[in-house]
């Protein structure tokens, strides 16, 4: 999605200036008041690239899964589809399904590792994200 079709949507500003910290500069898109902690991410054209969260209350898939998802009940409801527990960075674990270019992960950032994940699988999600064309990061990191 581009920039002006994102904007058009009526649920993005575009162009915001932010400042903080350890950095200043502007947000290409910026969710409405109504969907904050939601982060996209644009290239430099403003094409969405990434949308993720780390909010109980954000947004979630049609059949409810989203953060606090435990990791059995993405087993039960994605089965083969949800890949194989593999290391997100920052000694995270993450899962992921796709469908041709459309990737969705989750990530367990209490997750030290794989073998753990594989051990506990009431371990809940901390962040989720949505790609197209590369899979998620399923991380935040700097500016």
Not at 6 to 29: I, M, R, S, W, Y
Not at 74 to 80: C, K, Q, Y
Request: hydrophobic share 35%.
């Amino acid at each position: 999605m581009t920039q002006d079709e994102a904007v058009a949507t009526g649920l993005f500003d575009a162009d915001v200036k932010f400042q903080g910290e350890a950095c200043e500069g502007v947000h290409p898109l910026q969710w409405k008041k109504a969907f904050t902690g939601v982060d996209v991410l644009t290239d430099e054209s403003g094409t969405i690239v990434s949308m993720g969260t780390a909010e109980s209350d954000g947004p979630r898939t049609e059949v409810g899964f989203g953060v606090g998802t435990t990791f059995d009940e993405l087993i039960e409801g994605l089965g083969e589809q949800l890949s194989d527990p593999e290391p997100a960075g920052y000694g995270q674990v993450g899962v992921f399904v796709h469908n041709d270019d459309d990737w969705l992960g989750f990530l367990f950032g209490d997750a030290e590792s794989v073998e753990q994940l594989g051990n506990d699988h009431g371990m809940q999600v901390t962040f989720v994200e949505v790609t197209e064309g590369e899979k998620p990061a399923l991380m935040r990191d700097g500016c």
